[in-house]
C-alpha cells in the first residue's frame, strides 16, 4: 500500500552532477526521515544522507560538500543533488523512508534503487 519510486539515474562522466528524486506514495499518514543509501558491486548497503521531516540533514564524510539532500514534505518526495561526481560514486542507489501508513504502524520502506554510473 505504500511504495517508494526512485528516479534520476544514470550515466555521467566525472565530475558532472545528477539529481535523483524519490516519491512516497499510498495510504500515507505520516513520512518521518528519509534518506539515500548505496550499494556498489561487492560491497555493503552504506548510508549517503538522511534527512528529518524537519530538514536535518546528515551525510556519510565521504559526500560532505559534494551531495546535498533536501525534501518537499507536502510532495512526500526527498531529492538527493550530487555534484562533482567521482567514480568511487558508482553504485545503486535506493531511497528510504520512515512511514507510517493509515493501516501499518511505522515502518521502514525501500525504493527499487536507481543505477548511477560515473565513468568517462
Known amino acids: 500500500q505504500v511504495q517508494l519510486v526512485e528516479s534520476g539515474g544514470g550515466l555521467v562522466q566525472p565530475g558532472g552532477s545528477l539529481r535523483l528524486s524519490c516519491t512516497a506514495s499510498g495510504s500515507i499518514f505520516r513520512v518521518a526521515a528519509m534518506g539515500w543509501y548505496r550499494q556498489a558491486p561487492g560491497k555493503q548497503r552504506e548510508l549517503v544522507a538522511s534527512i528529518t521531516s524537519g530538514g536535518i540533514t546528515n551525510y556519510a564524510e565521504a559526500v560532505k560538500g559534494r551531495f546535498t539532500s533536501s525534501r518537499d514534505n507536502a510532495k512526500n518526495t526527498v531529492y538527493l543533488q550530487m555534484n562533482s561526481l567521482k567514480r568511487e560514486d558508482t553504485a545503486v542507489y535506493y531511497c528510504?523512508?520512515?512511514?507510517?501508513?493509515?493501516?501499518?504502524?511505522?515502518?521502514?520502506?525501500w525504493g527499487q534503487g536507481t543505477q548511477v554510473t560515473v565513468s568517462s
Open positions: 528510504n523512508a520512515d512511514i507510517t501508513s493509515l493501516t501499518v504502524a511505522r515502518l521502514a520502506y
